[in-house]
T-cell receptor, first 109, second 118 residues
Framework: LAKTTQPISMDSYEGQEVNITCSHN???????ITWYQQFPSQGPRFIIQ???TKVTNEVASLFIPADRKSSTLSLPRVSLSDTAVYYC??????????FGRGTSLIVHP | EAQVTQNPRYLITVTGKKLTVTCSQN?????MSWYRQDPGLGLRQIYY???????DKGDVPEGYKVSRKEKRNFPLILESPSPNQTSLYFC?????????????????FGPGTRLTVL
């Protein structure tokens, strides 16, 4: 199973761009990279998924370098409502990915 | 509306009193799963089910049972609850495909059940 490592916490301010990097050195060829967002006392919510290069949707962008050993979730111009825990998951090819502890992002006014 | 529902949302019980937390999804998903979340430990998987009558242990299955008699329902059973099972529980579902859109990676979560065992 591909193990992921991401920062435990991050701080930012409203209007800034936030980049959360996740390392996954032993990612398998058929693994995908997925990010979830979780607000307090709510279930996680799927944000974005990618396999390689860059993926963008209305919420975030996901940057994946050619070696796929890391990935970066980019949140443009964060607001207070982006304060949440963000999970990086790797898998989905031949096994079900598991959640770790995530990165707690706090956005300050 | 596509959703995963859980009941009850809040439950306070006593040690040893059997309880069931229900989970239902209306998206015709094959894959369903139960997680527990504790402070500082993230989400840990309890049990999962790939399809009807197919269930398997996750990372922390001790003290729990599940069943999958129908595709839409995946109840979590605590035969003899203990205080260390006090936690926030989430049910999730997905199409269960391998990789890519609609895969295990894209799970839909329920609102959670906060369980307190005294």
């Amino acid at each position: 199973l591909a193990k992921t490592t991401q920062p435990i916490s991050m701080d930012s301010y409203e209007g800034q761009e936030v980049n959360i990097t996740c390392s996954h050195n032993n990612i398998a060829t058929n693994d995908y990279i997925t990010w979830y967002q979780q607000f307090p006392s709510q279930g996680p919510r799927f944000i974005i998924q990618g396999y390689k290069t860059k993926v963008t949707n209305e919420v975030a962008s996901l940057f994946i370098p050619a070696d796929r050993k890391s990935s970066t979730l980019s949140l443009p111009r964060v607001s207070l409502s982006d304060t949440a825990v963000y999970y990086c998951l790797v898998g989905g090819g031949s096994y079900i990915p598991t959640f770790g502890r995530g990165t707690s992002l706090i956005v300050h006014p | 509306e596509a959703q995963v529902t859980q009941n009850p949302r809040y439950l306070i019980t006593v040690t040893g009193k059997k309880l069931t937390v229900t989970c239902s999804q209306n998206m015709n998903h094959e894959y369903m799963s139960w997680y527990r979340q504790d402070p500082g430990l993230g989400l840990r998987q309890i049990y999962y089910s790939m399809n009807v009558e197919v269930t398997d242990k996750g990372d922390v299955p001790e003290g729990y049972k599940v069943s999958r008699k129908e595709k839409r329902n995946f109840p979590l059973i605590l035969e003899s609850p203990s205080p260390n099972q006090t936690s926030l529980y989430f049910c999730a579902s997905s199409f269960g495909l391998a990789g890519g859109p609609g895969s295990y990676n894209e799970q839909f979560f329920g609102p959670g059940t906060r369980l307190t065992v005294l």
